[in-house]
């Protein structure tokens, strides 16, 4: 295991509580709403100026939402996922009413919309609070967290790198202490790049566990929203909060008998792993990265899990990706007013361009090949709890480039090559998260990506919190390393 770097944190106690703890207290009365809010706008105050994550406090509204709470609690307060009150991120995609929402365009650059998301509604009435917008690239578009409207959001760790994309500002906000958890979502990654790079944990839950896709595509799969946290608890806290079946979300469906919260509790060290670091030579590993996901696998096996290095045959996944999420943009951003369209990013008109020039034949291959690929994994997950691979195959590079030009020595020709971990859970719908497994020799936080049986979050969760404690990696905020 590389040594752990170390940290420093300087802002109010309670921003370094675990969310689950502040949410007892808040249950409990030992806490008020109001004192914790406070110590989460005390850290923006603090931080920002340094990261640039939360892009869009929302102090009054946050302040006004504490007046709805009793209500909230007497219709909820039994809920597994009731958040008594806790601050949280919501991403710079998705509205929140009176709280302007850019999606990092400067097409909508002064947009206040005037209706919430339904995720976020569910979360607000879940006791929820937003404390903010988190910075995202152009709706989303890229593995680095920078736009036009507001820049470029930086990594904790090192503020002159890439905190990920497109999830980063919530990364950020999770590892600096701003908020105890943070909404995300993700097409290509941008749920667990930043993780990666931010030493957080983000989950990408099944197709339909979590509802939020807007009305335009509630039947597609390719992009979900889930939750960021700092440790596995935690996140399945979140998930708690955020799951459950609503008909405004064609593809959505009910909550888990047993909380995952509970699963989480009873996570067993008796783990079976199939690492593939590389998916069978799919993609470019970087030594410093293989070599911590390796020692995080000799340390699961010291505590009495199970490693084989082992991968399904993934055939056609690069090129069955990347139609499915051509199709997607070509469907959604591709569809908008010229006059947006006209602020789009070089990077965003190409891939629409891609999805407008698919032909039926390879939509029709795409959609034949995730089956086989789906099979392919489904399978090899009876003998495996969980396939275990890079999150990122390259440590976060300067934030100043969108993505790295070279990789392995071959040169990435469009951002979403560098994020090719990705691709497997999207075109196969299955549940993926990534959590830290230690650090590059310079300090900087390396991911483990794990992806889960069908709709199998609750075993996705235990495996992590088995790996987590096997680990015993430090999981609390830092103070920004400038």
């Known amino acids: 295991m590389r040594d752990i770097p170390k940290t420093a944190f300087t802002g109010p106690d309670l921003c370094a509580k675990p969310a689950r703890e502040v949410v007892a207290l808040l ?15 005390a850290r923006i105050a603090q931080v920002e100026p340094a990261v640039n994550a939360v892009v869009t406090p929302c102090p009054e509204r946050a302040r006004a939402a504490l007046a709805e709470l009793p209500a909230r609690g007497r219709a909820q307060g039994a809920h597994p996922g009731w958040l008594a009150g806790l601050p949280i991120g919501a991403k710079d995609l998705t509205p929140v009413a009176g709280v302007r929402c850019t999606m990092g365009s400067n097409a909508f650059a002064e947009f206040v919309p005037a209706v919430t998301d339904p995720l976020i509604a569910r979360l607000e009435a879940r006791g929820a609070v937003v404390v903010g917008k988190t910075n995202t690239p152009e709706f989303g578009a890229g593995g680095n967290t920078t736009n036009a409207v507001f820049g470029a959001t930086r990594n904790p760790w090192h503020t002159g790198r890439n905190a ?50 807007p009305a335009l595509h509630g039947f597609s799969i390719e992009s979900v929203q889930g939750p960021m946290a700092r440790d596995v608890a935690d996140t399945a806290l979140f998930l ?28 067993d060290a008796a783990v079976r792993i199939g690492f593939a670091p590389d998916l069978g030579g799919f993609g470019f590993v970087d030594p410093v990265i ?46 908008a007013a010229p006059e947006v369209q006209a602020h789009y990013k070089p990077t965003l008109r190409q891939n629409i361009a891609q999805g407008r020039a698919l032909d039926a034949d390879t939509i029709y291959d795409a959609q034949l090949g995730r089956t086989v690929l789906y099979h392919n994994l489904r399978r090899f997950l009876e003998r495996h709890d969980v396939l275990a691979c890079a999150t990122m195959g390259v440590p976060a590079g300067p934030v100043e480039q969108e993505y790295p030009p070279e990789i392995g020595g071959a040169p990435v020709g469009d951002y ?48 992590a919190r088995a790996i987590e404690d096997a680990l015993g990696l430090p999981l609390s905020p830092i103070d920004p390393r400038t």
Do not use: N
């Open 27 to 41: 249950r409990a009365g030992a806490v008020s709403p109001q004192e914790v809010l406070e110590a989460s706008l």
């Open 164 to 213: 990920g994309g497109s999830s980063g500002g919530a990364a950020v906000s999770l590892a600096t202490g701003e908020v105890w958890l943070s909404h995300g979502g993700d097409l290509a990654g941008s749920l667990r790049t930043p993780a990666a790079y931010c030493g957080v944990i983000g989950l990408r839950p099944s197709p339909g566990r979590v509802g939020g896709a």
């Open 240 to 267: 708690d909060a955020m799951c459950g079946f609503d008909p405004i979300w064609p593809l959505s469906i009910e909550a888990p008998a047993v909380p995952f919260q509970q699963a989480v509790a009873e996570a």
């Open 290 to 335: 293989r070599a911590a996901m390796g020692a995080a696998m000799a340390a699961v096996e010291r505590a009495g899990g199970r490693v084989e290095e082992a991968c399904p045959e993934l055939p056609d996944l690069e090129r069955t990706y990347l139609t499915l999420r051509a199709m997607f943009w070509a469907a959604l951003p591709g569809r």
């Open 416 to 463: 979403v090559d560098w994020l090719k971990f990705s691709y497997l859970s999207v075109a196969t719908g299955l549940p993926a998260l990534s959590m830290p497994c230690g650090f590059t020799p310079d300090g900087m936080p390396v991911g483990l990506q794990l992806i889960g049986p069908p709709r199998g979050e609750a075993k996705l969760l235990a495996v």
